[in-house]
């Protein structure tokens, strides 16, 4: 397993060129920059807007186009309740066209005195996989191609070297003698190496200390896959496919709403359930509760139990990205 | 093989122009791997969803009032079954009398070292009993597994029974089928390609 996805010398930033960056030079690299670099430089009269609306008009037939109204969206953070309000309509509008269902879409926000933290149990852990797929049927992820946000690892007894975990064990019945398994997503740091590397500011830390991505802005150059220390970033290569009964209707503007071709998608901690109060999907299906999950502000919560009562350890130290992802053995 | 390598071949090929995949390349999970349920079901879990109870009635064999129920062993000194318990492992190390954790005047109940007698869906309190350590980490809900919301405010934790996920009798995590691994075909056109594999 390599660590960084480029193959550009230097990875990361240090790529040249959209496109040119490992290989996959197709359209749907770099054909959103140079859009939306035009849109944000120039101020769009409205007549503008109607003159490229008829000129898109034969290309809306491709499924992958934006709409014309996600194409002149502006930054979320600019979006005012009710520019999101038309937003989310759009987006119903979609998913009712492609799955012929209306999603329960909404803009959730962080709540205030909220920080989440996440514990996994190594000693309990016995990697079943069923985290992995649980996260891929609440968080709509491609089937086809395959798009999964938690890799578990198997790791040899004595070691925390990444490097020698193995994720593609074939064995029937776990867990196997000699080893443990560590599950690894999206770490949610304090200190994200993958937001400061994005251009045109599509990935940011929410007060809640998620990592978010704003799928209509990323530009899909997939620095962040690269800058990345625990691979946790995942790009849609091709038009995700999830089959329109598996489709879970329950979304949000920052999570699990439907992605396009061509954008950046992570875990987000399940945010349009865990700002809503619950648990996310791969704690809920956990049979070995291994999964500890909560609002680290709050002393009464499981993981400010777990941090102050536990030896817990986070991975690679060394690179200072103070993960919100704890590890611990239980003993 | 050669149909297989046609398919793998053209799937490669569409790829290559950014069409998307059939979707119908994707089988269906079985339902077991998203599945919530616990490992297995606690007396309190099937007494709660009204499930068969008949294994936790004792009445239709025994009469401990008029027949007191003697545990037998073997010259070994592990406790010998009857027929009617063969389903029943016991493997609790030490732990292995029945009356360490039954009430020997009615087999119905439960009962603690200290004389406590408690209801069969009690199990959670019995195994605290002697697991005081672990029964503490479990109402913090960091040992077993707490579901539905972190958030007080919101709604209820739910916590698992600790027989929803032991057997009282042999209460070790019993191997369990995996779920599929990543799929490096169809992975490998999200991005396994370039060394994320």
Same mark, same amino acid.
């Given at each position: 397993?390599?660590?960084?996805?480029?193959?550009?010398?230097?990875?990361?930033?240090?790529?040249?060129?959209?496109?040119?960056?490992?290989?996959?030079?197709?359209?749907?690299?770099?054909?959103?920059?140079?859009?939306?670099?035009?849109?944000?430089?120039?101020?769009?009269?409205?007549?503008?807007?109607?003159?490229?609306?008829?000129?898109?008009?034969? /290309?809306?037939?491709?499924?992958?186009?934006?709409?014309?109204?996600?194409?002149?969206?502006?930054?979320?953070?600019?979006?005012?309740?009710?520019?999101?309000?038309?937003?989310?309509?759009?987006?119903?509008?979609?998913?009712?066209?492609?799955?012929? /269902?209306?999603?329960?879409?909404?803009?959730?926000?962080?709540?205030?005195?909220?920080?989440?933290?996440?514990?996994?149990?190594? =000693?309990?852990?016995?990697?079943?996989?069923?985290?992995?797929?649980?996260?891929?049927?609440?968080?709509?992820?491609?089937?086809?191609?395959?798009?999964?946000?938690?890799?578990?690892?198997?790791?040899?007894?004595?070691?925390?070297?990444?490097?020698?975990?193995?994720?593609?064990?074939? =064995?029937?019945?776990?867990?196997?003698?000699?080893?443990?398994?560590?599950?690894?997503?999206?770490?949610?740091?304090?200190?994200?190496?993958?937001?400061?590397?994005?251009?045109?500011?599509?990935?940011?830390?929410?007060?809640?200390?998620?990592?978010?991505?704003?799928?209509?802005?990323?530009?899909?150059?997939?620095?962040?896959?690269?800058?990345?220390?625990?691979?946790?970033?995942?790009?849609?290569?091709?038009?995700?496919?999830?089959?329109?009964?598996?489709?879970?209707?329950?979304?949000?503007?920052?999570?699990?709403?439907?992605?396009?071709?061509?954008?950046?998608?992570?875990?987000?901690?399940?945010?349009?359930?865990?700002?809503?109060?619950?648990?996310?999907?791969?704690?809920?299906?956990?049979?070995?509760?291994?999964?500890?999950?909560?609002?680290?502000?709050?002393?009464?919560?499981?993981?400010?139990?777990?941090?102050?009562?536990?030896?817990?350890?986070?991975?690679?130290?060394?690179?200072?990205?103070?993960?919100?992802?704890?590890?611990?053995?239980?003993? | 093989?050669?149909?297989? @390598?046609?398919?793998?071949?053209?799937?490669?090929?569409?790829? $290559?122009?950014?069409?998307?995949?059939?979707?119908?390349?994707?089988?269906?999970?079985?339902?077991?791997?998203?599945?919530?349920?616990?490992? +297995?079901?606690?007396?309190?879990?099937?007494? +709660?969803?009204?499930?068969?109870?008949?294994?936790?009635?004792?009445?239709?064999?025994?009469?401990?009032?008029?027949?007191? $129920? &003697?545990?037998? @062993?073997?010259?070994? #000194?592990?406790?010998?079954?009857?027929?009617?318990?063969?389903?029943? $492992?016991?493997?609790?190390? +030490?732990?292995?009398?029945?009356?360490?954790?039954?009430?020997?005047?009615?087999?119905?109940?439960?009962?603690?070292?200290?004389?406590?007698?408690?209801? $069969?869906?009690?199990?959670?309190?019995?195994?605290? &009993?002697?697991?005081?350590?672990?029964?503490?980490?479990?109402?913090? #809900?960091?040992?077993?597994?707490?579901?539905?919301?972190?958030?007080?405010?919101?709604?209820?934790?739910?916590?698992?029974?600790?027989?929803?996920?032991?057997?009282?009798?042999?209460?070790? @995590?019993?191997?369990?089928?995996?779920?599929?691994?990543?799929?490096? @075909? +169809?992975?490998?056109?999200?991005?396994?390609?370039?060394?994320?594999?």
């Amino acid at each position: 397993m390599s660590e960084s996805n480029c193959k550009c010398s230097g990875g990361g930033p240090g790529c040249s060129g959209s496109g040119g960056c490992g290989g996959h030079g197709h359209e749907g690299a770099h054909a959103p920059l140079t859009r939306r670099s035009f849109l944000r430089k120039s101020t769009l009269a409205a007549s503008g807007i109607a003159a490229l609306a008829a000129s898109l008009a034969p /290309l809306r037939e491709l499924t992958d186009m934006p709409s014309l109204q996600e194409f002149v969206q502006k930054h979320y953070k600019e979006l005012t309740p009710s520019d999101m309000e038309k937003a989310l309509e759009r987006i119903r509008g979609e998913v009712q066209r492609q799955y012929g /269902l209306r999603p329960e879409i909404k803009d959730l926000k962080p709540m205030d005195g909220v920080e989440f933290v996440y514990c996994l149990n190594l =000693t309990r852990c016995v990697g079943c996989r069923k985290c992995v797929h649980a996260c891929v049927a609440e968080n709509n992820q491609s089937r086809s191609p395959e798009i999964q946000y938690i890799r578990v690892l198997k790791m040899p007894n004595g070691t925390f070297d990444l490097e020698r975990g193995d994720h593609d064990y074939k =064995t029937e019945s776990v867990p196997e003698k000699g080893a443990y398994y560590m599950p690894v997503q999206c770490h949610q740091c304090k200190n994200p190496p993958c937001v400061k590397v994005c251009p045109v500011d599509a990935t940011w830390q929410e007060a809640d200390g998620i990592t978010v991505i704003d799928y209509d802005w990323c530009i899909g150059c997939r620095y962040c896959e690269a800058a990345c220390p625990y691979w946790a970033r995942r790009f849609n290569f091709a038009k995700p496919s999830v089959p329109k009964e598996k489709l879970n209707p329950n979304m949000a503007y920052l999570g699990n709403r439907p992605r396009p071709k061509g954008v950046v998608e992570k875990c987000h901690f399940c945010l349009q359930r865990t700002r809503a109060g619950r648990y996310p999907a791969c704690l809920e299906v956990c049979p070995t509760g291994s999964r500890k999950f909560g609002n680290i502000l709050d002393p009464a919560s499981e993981v400010s139990y777990i941090l102050r009562n536990k030896r817990v350890f986070v991975l690679k130290e060394e690179v200072g990205t103070l993960p919100r992802f704890f590890y611990y053995f239980d003993i | 093989m050669t149909i297989l @390598f046609a398919v793998t071949a053209t799937a490669l090929w569409r790829d $290559v122009w950014g069409h998307p995949a059939a979707p119908s390349s994707a089988p269906l999970l079985d339902a077991q791997f998203t599945n919530t349920a616990t490992l +297995r079901m606690s007396a309190a879990e099937l007494i +709660r969803t009204g499930g068969d109870t008949s294994g936790l009635t004792c009445g239709s064999c025994h009469d401990e009032k008029k027949k007191p $129920v &003697s545990v037998h @062993f073997n010259a070994d #000194g592990t406790i010998r079954l009857p027929e009617e318990h063969k389903d029943l $492992v016991m493997q609790h190390g +030490r732990n292995n009398h029945c009356f360490n954790c039954h009430d020997p005047s009615n087999l119905e109940l439960l009962k603690t070292r200290d004389g406590t007698t408690l209801k $069969v869906e009690e199990g959670t309190k019995l195994c605290g &009993s002697c697991h005081g350590p672990t029964l503490r980490d479990w109402e913090a #809900g960091i040992h077993g597994r707490a579901t539905g919301f972190w958030d007080p405010r919101a709604g209820a934790r739910v916590k698992a029974d600790c027989t929803s996920c032991h057997d009282a009798h042999s209460p070790a @995590f019993p191997p369990i089928k995996a779920a599929p691994g990543p799929n490096l @075909f +169809r992975a490998s056109l999200a991005g396994a390609r370039e060394g994320a594999h």
